[in-house]
């Protein structure tokens, strides 16, 4: 193998059939042929195994197995680090925002949100495509009752170019209307989730679990059972279920 230079193109053939069955709601199987992927890139030291990572990183993200989706995102960073691409190393480290949040680790979200305002917006650039998941941030600082800083965020580091990704304008979108709920103004918070759930039905879970969350909880506070029951509704009927073995 190592003599006809197959290892790359296996490698490749593997990560985009794992993004296909990902897409057709195949994740167990997608992450399998991304985990095989991941060690032929590793074992054989292939220029692509960082965004490999990053990749599965995001399958396990789908999966709402954030543990590990936090460690291959560590991963990634590091193999960034090493192939000297700050950049990516930096988007690999936002990228673990949303999860740590989640997970209760907010401390160590707190200090990755931190360094990027202080130190790495500076180096990558305002407006840098993946310095745009700091929006995940806010979610923490809502939590914590600091809405100054998730305003500082919103206004300062989530203003979108014209003809940004769907996913980008949701997640931007999505935490708008977390400061809004926060803020007590669930009717803005409702239109603005909701349209912005509306609009990427066909993406992946991960971009449209921030939307639908926003979308409930501003339902919950308007009384507005019914609304809640129709969204969840709409994303059934759009989102493909993973089908895992029994």
Do not use: C
Request: charged share 25%; aromatic share 6%.
């Amino acid at each position: 193998a190592d003599e006809r230079g197959i290892w790359p193109v296996l490698a490749l053939a593997l990560d985009t059939k794992a993004m296909v069955l990902s897409r057709r709601g195949q994740r167990f199987e997608a992450e399998i042929l991304n985990r095989a992927a991941l060690r032929i890139a590793v074992d054989h030291d292939l220029p692509g195994a960082d965004f490999i990572a990053t990749t599965l990183a995001t399958l396990l993200e789908e999966n709402d197995e954030a543990e590990a989706a936090v460690e291959l995102y560590e991963q990634s960073e590091d193999i960034f680090r090493r192939n000297g691409n700050r950049r990516q190393m930096v988007g690999a480290r936002l990228n673990r925002l949303g999860m740590l949040v989640e997970l209760g680790r907010w401390d160590e979200a707190d200090a990755i949100t931190t360094e990027y305002l202080e130190v790495e917006a500076a180096e990558v650039g305002v407006g840098w495509e993946l310095g745009f998941t700091v929006a995940n941030a806010v979610w923490l600082y809502t939590r914590r009752g600091d809405l100054d800083s998730a305003r500082r965020i919103a206004n300062g580091y989530l203003v979108l170019p014209d003809g940004a990704r769907s996913d980008l304008q949701s997640l931007i979108a999505s935490a708008r209307a977390a400061i809004m709920n926060a803020e007590g103004d669930h009717v803005q918070a409702l239109a603005t989730a909701e349209t912005s759930l509306r609009e990427i039905l066909q993406s992946l879970l991960v971009d449209l679990r921030s939307a639908l969350i926003e979308a409930v909880d501003a339902a919950f506070a308007l009384g507005r059972d019914h609304k809640v029951v129709e969204l969840i509704a709409l994303v059934r009927e759009h989102v493909n279920v993973s089908r895992n073995p029994s």
